[in-house]
């Protein structure tokens, strides 16, 4: 009689208990969730989840699938479950910072832990202490996640004569382990992860018999003497193995056959596929952001940085017969037509216009950047070249789209007066030498016709068509001439 009512004390007290505990809901994830903080997911270099947050991420999904999943699913590949599938992966993905290639591995893992919800239900409340089966009431504690009509039907497969001959195998493949694992919840990827940083190393995964060695080792520090065996085993194998072997090291020492889904020694998450392409440790979106955010900050500093250098860097492309492009350091005041060219990759004329070296000038209502002039351009003559000081104004980018239209160019960058052909002095050499002549604007105005070449008439003629034909912002550029003008001043930076 007393052991009837110390029974029932006992029941009861463990049932308080036992609702005392209640659900894992994860409430800390989604109130901060709420509060806009969304938590950053890292991995392993064989893509295993990590601290910080891979515990984290685990539970979530283990609550998730609690309550998405039936436990009278039998089958996760079911497409039936598509659609709860999807609503979990939604929710991962609103609380985590995670890729969308990590959604199979999200959903493997939920599998995973569906099956061992299952069977903590079959083993915590359908069996007594001998491993009989017990016909048990719903437990209150998961009234709200399992139906009455689930639990029957759930409790009704697990006495079937099929999986109760499967379940004895499986259980007693289980039981007696020869080298059994002693690290508890801690996974292959965090113990890898934590041994890498007890030793400060700057590897990113170690041996899988390494591993496997020490994810046995008790809380005494000492590795059983059989553990240790199979430990030196694969140490002189991994000194006689080639590296292209396919099969492990640890499956050698052991003795047994190679899995053909994953790797033996290093937990869930890691395939033969994953293995053998190294992968670097995935950043997260915000990380990616950053990067994005840096390399910009550096692509603008560089190009800084490039048209400061330019007025510095003054080189003919060779000694030999070239076009000899003389400079004016001294513009003069006024308008004056002139050349515009650019300096990187290479010196070269990209445009021709006017320059405009007038005092208190400004460009659209603003003053010029340092060391430029106000140039307005009336021939392109590399239409895709890049402006150096593009409008904040206007949409024009390139010298094309700023025919007709003003914009800042560098001094040093701006050669006045016309071209004007001479014959080479060279016997051997047909290049053709040009000369600049520097003029008024008065002068230029009166002989601009006479003194140009036949070539520069037509290039004048034709940009002058095309600027009538088609506007100012749709200049074609020039055709390049027969002769090898287009030598011009080829020095690279």
Not at 264 to 288: C, D, Y
Request: charged share 30%.
């Amino acid at each position: 009689m007393a052991d009837d009512q110390h029974e029932e004390v006992s029941k009861k007290v463990s049932a308080e208990e036992e609702i005392r505990r209640g659900i894992t809901v994860m409430r800390r994830v989604v109130q901060g969730r709420s509060r806009g903080i969304i938590l950053d997911v890292y991995w392993s270099n064989q893509g295993q989840l990590i601290e910080p947050n891979g515990h984290t991420l685990t539970s979530f999904i283990g609550a998730l699938v609690r309550n998405e999943i039936p436990i009278t699913c039998d089958d996760w590949r079911n497409k039936e479950l598509n659609e709860s599938k999807e609503k979990i992966w939604s929710e991962i993905k609103r609380c985590f910072n995670i890729e969308e290639e990590r959604r199979g591995f999200c959903m493997k893992l939920a599998g995973k832990l569906l099956r061992g919800f299952q069977t903590f239900l079959s083993s915590k409340f359908l069996k007594d202490a001998d491993g009989n089966f017990v016909d048990a009431e719903l437990p209150k504690k998961y009234e709200s996640l399992i139906s009455a009509e689930e639990w029957e039907a759930f409790k009704s497969k697990r006495q079937d004569p099929v999986f109760q001959r499967i379940s004895a195998t499986n259980r007693e493949r289980a039981s007696s382990p020869a080298y059994p694992y002693r690290k508890g919840r801690v996974g292959y990827g965090r113990l890898e992860q934590s041994m890498l940083q007890k030793e400060e190393s700057s590897e990113t995964s170690l041996p899988a018999h390494v591993l496997w060695n020490e994810a046995r080792v008790g809380k005494s520090g000492v590795s059983q003497e059989e553990v240790l065996h199979v430990y030196q085993k694969c140490e002189e194998l991994s000194q006689s193995l080639s590296p292209d072997d396919t099969k492990g090291i640890l499956s050698r020492a052991l003795d047994v056959p190679e899995y053909s889904v994953r790797v033996r020694g290093k937990g869930f998450g890691v395939t033969p596929t994953s293995l053998s392409i190294k992968k670097g440790k995935a950043p997260s979106n915000r990380e990616l952001h950053a990067r994005l955010e840096a390399m910009q900050a550096e692509l603008d500093a560089l190009r800084r940085e490039r048209e400061a250098s330019a007025s510095t860097v003054y080189r003919d492309a060779s000694d030999k017969d070239s076009i000899n492009c003389t400079f004016q350091p001294n513009i003069p005041e006024g308008i004056s037509h002139c050349q515009l060219y650019l300096s990187s990759p290479y010196y070269r004329m990209v445009g021709k216009g006017k320059v405009h070296n007038v005092s208190g000038v400004l460009l659209h209502t603003r003053e010029l950047p340092a060391r430029c002039l106000k140039v307005s351009v009336d021939i392109a003559v590399e239409p895709n070249a890049a402006l150096p000081y593009p409008s904040d104004d206007s949409d024009a980018t390139t010298v094309h789209e700023a025919v007709g239209s003003f914009v800042a160019w560098p001094t040093n960058l701006i050669c006045i007066g016309y071209e004007t052909p001479t014959k080479s002095k060279s016997k051997d050499n047909a290049i053709p030498r040009h000369t600049e002549s520097t003029v008024s604007r008065k002068e230029l105005q009166e002989n601009e016709v006479s003194n140009a070449s036949t070539q520069q008439k037509k290039e004048v003629s034709n940009a002058s068509a095309r600027v009538k034909s088609y506007g100012a912002k749709k200049t074609v550029a020039r055709k390049k001439p027969t002769t090898k003008y287009r030598s011009c001043l080829r020095t690279s930076l």
